[in-house]
């Protein structure tokens, strides 16, 4: 057989196979139809995102993947197929942090998928008051980045607001030099003030003296370099796509591991999808050793604390809250028990959710 017949034959195999795929996609489509339909019959069933499920299930797509394709690769794949399937039960509007084109629509679309609505809102509170109001069934908000620490103004929303933590997502984040005019005629350079902080080795060695100027976020900041000349911003390569920039420059971020994390918030409580966090929020009472005393029923319980962050509480001066990431769900044992003794230790304490850890 000549290459060139043993080309056809591969290529006759792949459309059979796309066949059967096609037809397999299909078939797993009608059977979320079907559950569509068997929770409409259920009144006790109202939530047709199952976080823990979706999760669970890309963790076994991983864990049996054989190559050649990577893990993660064959779970965005799944992902895609999971959102598609989704939507025919119902379509879910996710609020986020925008203008269109921010890292935090990335993360949704990560999150979610590509089928869901995505609506844009210009401040994080404003998100929180989406998802509360019920306009929009989920949120996603940014609460930490790996080389600048913690969005505060996340941090705070949670002392009032009755939403959960229902997820998380972790976004490699690469900062690109956007502009319609060329290097050499950058006046300006807009972005968020994370992106200016996280790109300021590569700004103070590329365009010293040029002016910063701190926005709501990139997709703002790639919007206005789109209405000036001379000005440049600091975004996505999504972002020069949708406000029709020129990459000046790529990856321009001073740690090449830059990671952001974001937090999926809804309504309801996530049931445990046997790999979990809990957030918290704690304040001490105002005595020494207090911090101790709050820490101590997570080592009794062997239960691994992986972040701590203060902030001012706002009530008093000098008073402050911690909010604590740990490993586990509130619901297992262990977890449940250390909460407990907790609550009696501290001035205040608020389980913000808890999730699956982030899969991809």
């Known amino acids: 057989m000549s290459d060139k017949e043993k080309l056809q034959a591969v290529r006759a195999r792949i459309d059979a196979l796309d066949e059967q795929v096609q037809a397999l996609i299909s078939e797993r489509a009608a059977c979320?139809?079907?559950?569509?339909?068997?929770?409409?019959?259920?009144?006790?069933?109202?939530?047709?995102?199952?976080?823990?499920?979706?999760?669970?299930?890309?963790?076994?797509?991983?864990?049996?993947?054989?190559?050649?394709?990577?893990?993660?690769?064959?779970?965005?794949?799944?992902r895609e197929i999971m959102s598609a399937c989704l939507a025919?039960?119902?379509?879910?509007?996710?609020?986020?942090?925008?203008?269109?084109?921010?890292?935090?629509?990335?993360?949704?679309?990560?999150?979610?998928?590509?089928?869901?609505?995505?609506?844009?809102?210009?401040?994080?509170?404003?998100?929180?008051?989406?998802?509360?109001?019920?306009?929009?069934?989920?949120?996603?908000?940014?609460?930490?980045?790996?080389?600048?620490?913690?969005?505060?103004?996340?941090?705070?929303?949670f002392l009032h607001s009755p939403l959960q933590i229902v997820g998380e997502v972790q976004l490699r984040v690469h900062h690109n030099l956007l502009s319609k005019s060329e290097l050499v005629d950058v006046r300006v350079v807009y972005a968020h003030r994370q992106a200016l902080a996280q790109c300021r080795e590569w700004l103070d060695a590329?365009?010293?003296?040029?002016?910063?100027?701190?926005?709501?976020?990139?997709?703002?900041?790639?919007?206005?370099?789109?209405?000036?000349?001379?000005?440049?911003?600091?975004?996505?390569?999504?972002?020069?796509?949708?406000?029709?920039?020129?990459?000046?420059?790529?990856?321009?971020?001073?740690?090449?591991?830059?990671?952001?994390?974001?937090?999926?918030?809804?309504?309801a409580a996530?049931?445990?999808?046997?790999?979990?966090?809990?957030s918290l929020l704690v304040s001490a009472p105002n005595r020494p050793g207090a911090l101790y005393e709050l820490l101590a029923p997570f080592s009794r319980h062997g239960i691994s604390m992986t972040r701590i962050e203060s902030r001012p509480s706002r009530r008093g001066m000098w008073e402050y809250v911690f909010f604590v990431?740990?490993?586990?769900?509130?619901?297992?044992?262990?977890?449940?028990?250390?909460?407990?003794?907790?609550?009696t230790e501290a001035a205040m304490l608020k389980v913000l959710g808890s999730y699956p850890r982030a899969v991809l």
Do not use: W
């Open 32 to 78: 979320a139809q079907r559950i569509a339909e068997l929770k409409n019959n259920n009144a006790g069933e109202v939530n047709f995102y199952r976080p823990e499920r979706e999760a669970d299930v890309l963790r076994k797509v991983i864990a049996r993947n054989q190559g050649p394709l990577s893990g993660e690769d064959m779970a965005r794949l799944f």
């Open 88 to 157: 025919l039960e119902q379509p879910m509007r996710i609020a986020y942090l925008g203008p269109e084109g921010t890292f935090t629509q990335a993360a949704a679309l990560k999150h979610f998928g590509h089928a869901v609505q995505t609506q844009a809102h210009q401040a994080i509170d404003e998100v929180f008051r989406e998802v509360e109001s019920g306009a929009c069934h989920y949120g996603v908000v940014p609460v930490e980045n790996s080389s600048e620490g913690m969005v505060t103004h996340t941090l705070d929303m």
């Open 206 to 267: 590329h365009l010293a003296g040029v002016e910063h100027v701190a926005v709501n976020s990139n997709a703002e900041a790639a919007r206005r370099a789109g209405l000036e000349a001379g000005a440049a911003a600091i975004a996505s390569r999504e972002a020069a796509d949708i406000y029709g920039l020129k990459i000046l420059e790529s990856t321009i971020e001073d740690e090449p591991d830059n990671t952001t994390r974001f937090l999926v918030i809804g309504r």
């Open 270 to 278: 996530v049931p445990p999808s046997g790999e979990d966090k809990t």
């Open 325 to 343: 990431d740990i490993a586990g769900h509130a619901r297992e044992a262990k977890v449940a028990a250390a909460l407990q003794e907790l609550a």
